[in-house]
C-alpha cells in the first residue's frame, strides 16, 4: 500500500511562490509516474503536472507551463511542486497522485494512489 501526503500550502498574495511536497511511503511492485492535480470549488479536477519514474518526461498543463515545476528527490520518496507568479486562478486544493506505470500521464484515472491534498489560496 502506497501512502501520499501532501504539504506546503498556504495562503498567498498574487506573484508569489509556494512550494508543495508530497512524501510517499510504502511499496509498489513497478515504476511509478507521479502527477499533481487540483480542484477549485465548484470544479472539475484538473490536471496540473506530471514527470516520469526516471524523471525525464514532465509535462504541464497550458495554465500553470513556465510557473510552475515538478520535480521529484529519490533518496526521499518526495514530490515537488514550485509554484511562482501565483495567480488568484491557481486557487485550489491540490492533490499529488502516483501510477502504477513508469510514464507521466495526464488523465486522473490512470493514477491510483492519491493523497489527501493540500489547500493552497491566492489573493488578488
Known amino acids: 500500500q502506497v501512502q501520499l501526503v501532501e504539504s506546503g500550502g498556504g495562503l498567498v498574495q498574487a506573484g508569489d511562490s509556494l512550494r508543495l511536497s508530497c512524501a510517499a511511503s510504502?511499496?509498489?511492485?513497478?515504476?511509478?509516474?507521479m502527477a499533481w492535480f487540483r480542484q477549485a470549488p465548484g470544479k472539475e479536477r484538473e490536471f496540473v503536472a506530471c514527470i516520469s519514474r526516471d524523471g525525464w518526461n514532465t509535462y504541464y498543463a497550458d495554465s500553470v507551463k513556465d510557473r510552475f515545476t515538478i520535480s521529484r528527490n529519490y533518496t526521499t520518496s518526495t514530490l515537488y511542486l514550485q509554484m511562482n507568479s501565483l495567480k488568484p486562478g491557481d486557487t485550489a486544493v491540490y492533490y499529488c497522485?502516483?501510477?502504477?506505470?513508469?510514464?507521466?500521464?495526464?488523465?486522473?484515472?490512470?493514477?491510483?494512489?492519491w493523497g489527501q491534498g493540500t489547500q493552497v489560496a491566492v489573493s488578488s
Open positions: 510504502g511499496f509498489i511492485s513497478s515504476g511509478e509516474g
Open positions: 497522485a502516483e501510477g502504477r506505470g513508469s510514464r507521466c500521464l495526464t488523465a486522473d484515472w490512470e493514477y491510483t494512489y
